[in-house]
């Protein structure tokens, strides 16, 4: 029997002649029940899956039921455009229980904003930014506008649960769960990911309520999927165009710059076609989003700004330059076409390079076992922590030292921080002058007013780096652009590749985002980076597999099996294979070929590096690592390097012996806006739960076979 006869009736009027549906999809079947009987839930479903009904269908009966005319729930989205493009849906949804609606976020007027106090709106839309900017807004009753707050409706969670922003809106929620007489009910609605549960754990906090997953069982529709490698003498546009005209088609880029190009060349063929990323005017992005919906011989070339779960309407077919770097940005890309009755996912690969074919066959094998990444949750995020003692501080004039800790220790990314911790972080920011302490109160002080002050303390109100990159200038002539990460990480002195030509650092701008650069002859590559982003360990065994197993794959072509039988000789003649470490004698040290991820490769790197403190570890990548001394009377010897390999296999305690050292010896990445802040001990360990795993590294060395190519001595 169908959950449907669970909803009120003018719920079951409308979506039966307003919406003309004839039956609920999986997911809302699975969701009603849980919701109307007062579950917080996780709710996985891809893109334009019926979440949103899911989540709000029982969310409107509850309201309709129990007449609440105030404002009793918080929609939250990862960005604005999900908002405004949501916006149209929860009002359409809402007026079926005669409900209303307003969307908050920094592009509505002030006008707009203090008019919705007098009629106070049964859904409000927002940003973290946006409920942290109203919970330190002196002229808003908080007692009196959070006391009736039901449910957090939490869109796209998991995006908000591997980042600073989702430690920022739990840390936000737990304030506003202070002031509201309910138990916040908490609804997260999600991609699939490979850990809902903890994701769940994650979003629980405070909450008593029962915690469940809605996971319906996934739909075998038909899909089509393509790798494509368009070989030098072939038409790169003409290639693309074969499969997208008539028809309306998303074409997704990895860099701006590659969006533009492809542009270029699709438009030559008599196709309407958009570019949407972030660097592009928000207005001209709505005007693409809008004719491409209208529009049947069409094509938006966008980045990651449309993986979201931004509603474009029906596609007929996704493209892909080279491959996402993650299995579950290819599912939720993949989820955008094939979803007309009777139609047929269609996704294609266009790798440009044999590593990117080998990535493309890696995730999609992947993706056919059904394996999807975890999110990384934090349990240590001190920075965050660092960021809400001062706007808890500005919002109420000040604040109890203990009301701090008592609310923030419900939130789980906080989970790890002992109360001594807290106070030894209090401490510090009281002698740096960032607070006062009097009589257990803390107030913000000189140096917090004179580093977040400017515009009424308007950079306190965000909890991630608003500005991501910095313009590349050379003689006052822009040449393109570097992530803030990036920078922050390499620090003030740096070479790097840019537009095909080498640069040196001149001068670094951090108010205005510039760096100003002169030609420099080379460019070494960073210490830290490896300029791929995060590989997991399955994803780069997966890649090794590819590599060097002989199984042929019935989707590739016969240009693209070429092209793996020749990255397979390579690789075999080398000596790689699954299960094998390769240790090459190099001149200044050792090359390590592990192909773990990497997670492991920082473990395991600086674990190497701790044999003495000449030895230093570069070039540290998911493929491996480089363990290296400039002084060759240092250079560890292959004994001292199998020594430590040996501990770890002949005791399961050997990382967790020197995981203090570990932590000391952690790269200085720069993962959030706040971090730089923190003292030295409390930073560090932040980076080093980021970017180790012991646990895995230590199983990855037990099982392995290990060989040393000796080529010096």
């Known amino acids: 029997m169908s959950n449907f006869h669970m909803l009120c009736q003018p719920l079951k009027d409308k979506i039966i002649n307003k919406l003309g549906w004839k ?19 996780i709710v996985l479903a891809p893109t ?10 029982p969310i409107l009966h509850t309201i309709y039921n129990e007449e609440i005319t105030s404002t009793s729930v918080i929609y939250v989205s990862p960005i604005k455009a999900l908002l405004n493009n949501q916006e149209e849906r929860l009002r359409g949804l809402s007026s079926f229980v005669y409900g209303n609606v307003f969307k908050w976020h920094g592009d509505v007027s002030s006008y707009e904003k203090i008019k919705s106090f ?34 957090m409706v939490i869109d796209e969670v998991h995006s908000f649960a591997g980042s600073e922003r989702g430690v920022h809106l739990m840390s936000v929620l737990e304030r506003i769960q202070k002031y509201s007489d309910h138990d916040i009910q908490r609804i997260g609605l999600s991609a699939t990911v490979g850990n809902p549960d903890k994701i769940g754990r994650w979003m629980q906090g405070s909450s008593k309520r029962k915690l469940t997953t809605v996971d319906p069982p996934k739909t075998q529709g ?25 028809k309306k088609a998303l074409f997704f880029s990895n860099s701006r710059s590659a969006a533009e190009n492809i542009k270029n060349q699709v438009e030559e063929s008599g196709i309407d076609t958009f570019v949407h990323h972030s660097s592009i005017d928000k207005r001209f992005r709505e005007i693409a989003e809008e004719r491409f919906k209208l529009g049947s011989n069409t ?59 080998v990535l493309a066959v890696a995730v999609l094998k992947l993706a056919m076992k059904k394996w999807v990444e975890n999110v990384y949750v934090s349990r240590v995020s001190y920075d965050i922590l660092f960021h809400q003692v001062l706007t808890m501080s500005l919002a109420g004039f000040g604040v109890r030292k203990e009301e701090v800790f008592d609310v923030l220790k419900e939130v789980y990314s906080y989970s790890n921080i002992t109360k001594e911790e807290y106070d030894n972080l209090v401490n510090f920011m009281e002698k740096q002058n960032y607070i006062q302490v009097d009589r257990n109160n803390i107030y913000l002080d000189s140096k917090s007013e004179k580093e977040f002050g400017r515009q009424n303390y308007m950079t ?17 002539k822009p040449i393109g652009t570097l992530e803030r990460w990036f920078v922050n990480a390499l620090g003030e002195d740096f070479q790097f590749v840019l537009a095909g030509k080498y640069w040196q650092t001149d001068k670094i701008d951090y108010i205005k985002s510039i760096i100003h650069v002169v030609e420099a002859k080379e460019a070494k590559p960073p210490r830290w980076l490896s300029g791929e982003g995060f590989y997991t360990y399955e994803l780069s065994q997966e890649i090794l597999k590819v590599m060097t197993e002989d199984e042929e794959y019935g989707f590739l072509n016969n240009n693209e099996k070429a092209i793996l039988k020749d990255v397979r000789y390579e690789q075999r003649a080398f000596g790689l294979k699954v299960g094998k470490i ?87 990445i720069s993962l959030s806006k706040y971090q730089k802040y923190l003292p030295e001990d409390l930073r560090k360990k932040m980076i080093a739960d980021y970017v180790y795993d012991l646990n895995k590294a230590a199983d990855f060395i037990r099982d392995a076979e290990v060989e040393v190519l000796k080529v010096y001595g």
């Open 460 to 476: 306190l109100y965000s909890a991630f780096e608003t500005t991501k990159e910095f313009t590349v200038k050379y003689r006052t």
């Open 222 to 246: 038909k899909k089509r999927i393509e790798i494509k490698v368009v070989d030098k003498g072939e038409d790169f546009g003409k290639e693309v165009c074969k499969r997208i005209f008539g």
């Open 299 to 357: 094509c938006i070339i966008a980045t990651s700004t449309l993986e979201l779960g931004i509603d474009i309407g029906n596609l007929d077919v996704v493209l892909q330059l080279d491959s996402p770097n993650t299995v579950s940005s290819f599912l939720q890309r993949l989820g955008r076409t094939g979803r007309r009755k009777g139609s047929i996912a269609h996704f294609v690969f266009f790798p440009t390079k044999k590593d990117k074919l």
């Open 48 to 57: 334009a899956g019926g979440k949103t009904e899911a989540a709000f269908f």
């Open 582 to 668: 390769i240790i090459e004698e190099i001149k200044e040290g050792y090359a390590f070929y592990t192909y773990s991820g990497n997670k492991v490769n920082y473990t395991l790197a600086i674990a190497f590096s701790l044999i003495n403190e000449m030895v230093a570890t570069k070039s540290i990548s998911w493929k491996g690592f480089k363990v290296a001394a400039e002084d060759k009377d240092f250079k560890p010897t292959s004994e001292e390097l199998l020594e430590v390999i040996n501990g770890i296999k002949e005791n399961q305690n050997y990382l967790d012996s020197i995981k203090d050292k570990l932590i000391d010896r952690v790269p200085d």
């Open 23 to 41: 039956e609920l999809t999986a997911v809302q079947e699975m969701t009603i029940p849980e919701i109307i009987n007062g579950k917080n839930a």
């Open 118 to 151: 007098k009629n106070p709106p049964n859904i409000l839309m927002i940003t973290p930014e946006s409920l942290e900017v109203m919970l330190m807004n002196k002229r808003i009753n908080n007692d009196e506008f959070f006391k009736n707050i039901r449910f």
